[in-house]
C-alpha cells in the first residue's frame, strides 16, 4: 500500500547555513505553504529557524 500523499514527508533545512535537517511530515490540506519551525541546531548550539525545502 502507497504512503498517502497528503501528509508528505519534507525536509527542514536550518538557516544557520550549518546544513543540518530535519525529515518530518506535513499536512497540505491545513499547510499549504513552506513550512517555518523553530528548532535546536546543534552545529551552532542554538535555535534556529529551519525552512522547508523541495
Known amino acids: ?4 500523499e497528503l501528509r508528505p514527508p519534507v ?3 536550518s538557516t544557520a547555513g ?16 513552506r513550512l517555518v519551525l523553530r528548532k535546536y541546531d546543534p552545529v551552532v548550539r542554538r535555535h534556529v529557524d529551519f525552512r522547508e525545502e523541495r
Open 1 to 4: 500500500m502507497a504512503r498517502n
Open 11 to 13: 525536509k527542514l533545512r
Open 18 to 33: 550549518t546544513g543540518y535537517t530535519y525529515v518530518t511530515r506535513k499536512n497540505r490540506r491545513t499547510t499549504p505553504n
